[in-house]
C-alpha cells in the first residue's frame, strides 16, 4: 500500500533546531517533496529529495533515506516566521504525489 | 511575474446546486491539478490534467468533473454540491512530471 506518516504538532524554541521526520510506504517512489503551509495560506515548495543524503538549502536541510522510507526536515535558527506546517510527499506508482497529513510546528519565543 | 489565480476565494451554498471553483495559470504549465484539504488528511488528488483535452481522475474524484480547453483554465465543477465536499481546494501547476508544485491561493467551500 501507500501510506506517509509524520507527526501532528511540534514544539520548538526560536534560535534552536527542529527535526520533523516523515516515514512512508509507495510502490513507485520518484522522489521525496516537503512544503511548508502557513495557515489559512497555499503550500510552498521547500525541498526535493530523489537520492540518499542530506540537501542543505540555507537554515533549511532535508535528508532522505530511500531503503529506511525515511525523509526528515532539519530547520536551524528558528525564527518566529518558521510557525506553519509542513507537508511530506512521495509519488505513487502514477507519478502523483500523496501527501502526509502535515505536522504543524508551533515557535515559542 | 507568473501565477495561479482561484476564485471565488470564498462560496457558500447549498446541497444540490452546482458549483464550479477556476483555476487560471499564466507559467504555461502542461499539468495542472485540482487537490482538497481537510482536517486531519493529507491534500488529496481530485482530478489533474497533462495538457488540452487530457483529463485523469484522482483519488478523490467521485462528484466531481473538470474540463482543459486551453493550457491555462483548469475549472473544477461539482455537479451536485454535497455537505461532505465542504472543503479548501486547492489548484496547483507543474512543469515536468515529477516537480514542484505552484499552488493557488486556495478555495474554501461551505456547503450548506
Known amino acids: 500500500g501507500q501510506n506517509i506518516d509524520q507527526p501532528t504538532e511540534m514544539t520548538a524554541t526560536e534560535g534552536a533546531i527542529v527535526q520533523i521526520n516523515c516515514t512512508y510506504q509507495t510502490s513507485g517512489f520518484n522522489g521525496l517533496f516537503w512544503y511548508q503551509q502557513h495557515a489559512g495560506e497555499a503550500p510552498t515548495f521547500l525541498s526535493y529529495n530523489v537520492l540518499d543524503g542530506l540537501e542543505e538549502k540555507g537554515r533549511f536541510s532535508s535528508f532522505l533515506s530511500r531503503s529506511k522510507g525515511y525523509s526528515y526536515l532539519l530547520l536551524k535558527e528558528l525564527q518566529m516566521k518558521d510557525s506553519a506546517s509542513y507537508l511530506c510527499?512521495?509519488?505513487?506508482?502514477?507519478?502523483?504525489?500523496?501527501w502526509g497529513a502535515g505536522t504543524k510546528l508551533i515557535i515559542k519565543p | 511575474d507568473a501565477e495561479i489565480t482561484q476564485s471565488p476565494r470564498h462560496k457558500i451554498t447549498e446541497t444540490g446546486r452546482q458549483v464550479t471553483l477556476a483555476c487560471h495559470q499564466t507559467w504555461n504549465h502542461n499539468n495542472m491539478f485540482w487537490y482538497r484539504q481537510d482536517l486531519g488528511h493529507g491534500l488529496r488528488l481530485i482530478h489533474y490534467?497533462?495538457?488540452?483535452?487530457?483529463?485523469n481522475k484522482g483519488e478523490v474524484s467521485d462528484g466531481y468533473s473538470v474540463s482543459r480547453s486551453n493550457t491555462e483554465d483548469l475549472p473544477l465543477t461539482l455537479e451536485s454540491a454535497a455537505s461532505s465536499q465542504t472543503s479548501v481546494y486547492f489548484c496547483?501547476?507543474?512543469?515536468?512530471?515529477?516537480?514542484?508544485?505552484?499552488f493557488g491561493e486556495g478555495s474554501r467551500l461551505t456547503v450548506l
Open positions: 510527499a512521495t509519488t505513487d506508482s502514477n507519478y502523483q504525489l500523496i
Open positions: 490534467s497533462y495538457g488540452v483535452q487530457d483529463t
Open positions: 496547483a501547476s507543474s512543469e515536468g512530471e515529477v516537480g514542484e508544485l505552484f
